[in-house]
């Protein structure tokens, strides 16, 4: 058992005259590792309490640049970070808010090839992801590893937060077998989220991981909470263990990490999309667009998007709305699709092609990308 210095005494001291925390806890905290999947929205609040809190050693796994967009949430950076690396500022960060936690840095791309040796060495994982391809990949490995796993999600006004531990209950896929099929559920890059959410939810997964560590209280194992932060509403939603569960059920046949993008992003012959040979850059199509064109650009971002920025003369449908207003298009028409970066211009596609549509492209890199290199005029938005 780690002992404390009389600074650390002194530091957690409101800790310690915690009769559920008191010294014996503190030195639990300091012996415990945690594991912080994202250093994001949800990975800021997560990492800064954790550490604030005098958990011994903590892991953050992160491989993106600070963006000026991420400012409204991300709270472990500032304006001056920008186009920095996450982890250096955080590590800074966090390393002056508590010099005696022990910070690894993971500055890579989990991924099944290597979520195995990441998540090895550390007590608990906290999942701070925002897609779920990861947070299927982290359930996985935790349940193989036989690790705690705190999950957290957030979209809009909306957060959700549980403990899945397959050795005392349900795990991730018993709640969500199944991924939503690709493009039903926007990305909080393209939905938005209110910014003090995640500070909401992280703190939330901060305090059960400390639950957790102290051995104290009724962690969230087998329950759901959810959050509706514009009618101040909590719910507690019972999740029961699935027998049949494909990781942690009687018979698992998943033993080891799989393939989860191709999970979570099955290529359907009903669904096909647009491939890069049916693209055009912005630079090429603003040409096209000076010399005079059939082609009618499709912008299929959501309103409130085509409210910050939208290039003239473009249709706007949101792709939302896209299938029930097929009739306002013209299928003999030529078309450029475009959304913000490319991922919902890409969903277009395909729906109109399977509507009989055939002459379509996508805008490369979107509304974002013509605003950087064809018309500055333009906002750009993250």
């Known amino acids: ?21 008191s010294r014996a806890g503190q030195e639990k905290l300091k012996d415990a590792s945690v594991l912080c999947i994202g250093a994001g929205g949800l990975g800021s609040p997560i990492a800064l309490y954790l550490a604030a809190a005098g958990v011994g050693r903590l892991g953050l796994v992160d491989f993106d640049t600070i963006d000026i967009s991420n400012i409204q949430r991300q709270v472990l950076y500032s304006t001056d970070d920008v186009g ?54 982290s359930n996985d490995a935790c349940v193989i590893a036989g690790k705690p796993n705190v999950y957290g999600s957030i979209f809009r006004f909306e957060g959700q937060v549980s403990v899945f531990d397959a050795a005392h209950g349900p795990c991730y896929r018993c709640l969500f077998p199944e991924p939503p099929p690709p493009g039903t559920v926007p990305s909080c890059a393209e939905g938005g989220v209110l910014g003090v959410l995640p500070g909401i939810v992280g703190s939330l997964q901060a305090l059960e991981t400390i639950k957790l560590i102290l051995g104290e209280g009724d962690p969230l194992i087998g329950r759901l ?40 992003n099955p290529t359907a012959e009903s669904e096909p999309v647009a491939t890069a040979a049916h693209s055009v850059s912005v630079e090429a199509f603003a040409a096209e667009r000076e010399r005079g064109t059939d082609s009618v650009l499709l912008d299929v971002r959501s309103a409130e998007e085509i409210a910050i920025a939208r290039i003239d003369g473009a249709t706007c449908i949101p ?64």
């Open 84 to 137: 920095q690396a996450k982890l250096d500022v955080a590590a800074n960060r966090l390393g002056a808010l508590n010099p005696n936690v022990e910070l690894v840095r993971h500055d890579v791309r989990l991924a099944s090839d290597n979520v195995m040796d990441v998540v090895a060495d550390y007590d608990i994982v906290v999942d701070g992801t925002d897609n779920f391809p990861t947070r299927y990949l």
């Open 1 to 21: 058992m780690a002992t404390l210095s009389n600074d650390e005494i002194l530091r957690y001291s409101r800790h310690l005259v915690m009769p559920e925390v």
């Open 225 to 264: 909470v959810l959050f509706d932060a514009l009618s101040f509403e909590f719910r507690t939603v019972k999740i029961h263990k699935d027998p049949a569960c494909p990781v942690c059920g009687e018979s698992p046949s998943i033993t080891a990490p799989i393939d989860y993008d191709a999970f979570c």
């Open 319 to 382: 792709i939302g709305e896209l299938p029930d207003r097929l009739a306002e298009l013209n299928s003999a028409q030529a078309y450029v699709i475009t959304c913000h970066r490319g991922p919902r211009a890409e969903r277009a596609a395909g729906i109109l092609r399977n509507a009989g549509f055939g002459r379509l492209r996508l805008l490369e890199g979107g509304i974002d990308a013509w605003a950087e290199r064809v018309d500055p005029s333009l906002p750009r938005y993250g």
